[in-house]
């Protein structure tokens, strides 16, 4: 079991590009979460979804889209980046019932 | 409006001394409350949850619903125990989403 994986772990770049943020999970679970971490403000829920073809806003999900297309896969999509948006970026699933929520390893993003 | 704060950033400690990470939430209803760990280059990860009332590594917390807190604690603190602490509340029922504190950055010192 890999648990929850993230794809890539780094990347930089330039004001104004896109980029595609994958999570892949192989628990078989029903609820995925995309969360950003930031110095002195924990981690903050972007999207989130409850289900394969299912997504729903967060607390900060502007500029940020999401894909639940498969229910192994939760993609977080950047269409034009912000400076604003450099953040470590994390995954999380769990089974839907009140249980721990199983997290990635991060993507650290830097956005110029 | 649901919040959860960690008034400290930093909290630094001795070997074998007594830990107490600190943690008050508000929430309109039951939550259910989570205390996560990130260890150096390790993912965040459950350390223990309200509800299963049982002790990790040493550590307990107590959910005080007429302080609306869930102290964490340790009587003896260990080298180990330096991580990044969060605490954490989500709703019992729904989408189970998390909302995370500012964290505690833990420092065992030798």
């Known amino acids: 079991n890999a648990g929850v994986t993230q794809t890539p772990k780094f990347r930089v770049l330039k004001t104004g590009q896109s980029m595609t943020l994958l999570c892949a999970q192989d628990m078989n679970h029903e609820y995925m979460y995309w969360y950003r971490q930031d110095p002195g403000m924990g981690l903050r829920l972007i999207h989130y979804s409850v289900g394969e073809g299912t997504t729903a806003k967060g607390e900060v999900p502007d500029g940020y889209n999401v894909s639940r297309l498969k229910k192994q896969n939760f993609l977080l999509g950047l269409e034009s980046a912000a400076p604003s948006q450099t953040s470590v970026y994390f995954c999380a699933s769990t089974s839907g019932t009140p249980t721990e929520q199983y997290f990635g390893p991060g993507t650290r993003l830097t956005v110029t | 409006a649901q919040r959860v704060t960690q008034p400290e950033k930093l909290l630094s400690v001795f070997k074998g001394a007594p830990v107490e990470l600190k943690c008050n939430y508000s929430?309109?209803?039951?939550?259910?409350l989570f205390w996560y760990v990130q260890y150096s280059r390790q993912r965040l990860q459950l350390l223990l949850r309200?509800?299963s009332r049982e002790s990790i590594k040493g550590f307990t917390a107590d959910l005080n619903k007429g302080e609306t807190s869930f102290h964490l604690k340790k009587p003896f603190a260990q080298e180990e125990d330096s991580a990044m602490y969060y605490c954490?509340?989500?709703?019992?029922?729904?989408?189970?989403?998390?909302?995370f504190g500012q964290g505690t950055r833990l420092t065992i010192n030798p």
């Open positions: 309200h509800i």
């Open positions: 954490a509340l989500s709703e019992i029922q729904g989408a189970q989403k998390l909302v």
């Open positions: 929430y309109s209803g039951s939550p259910e």
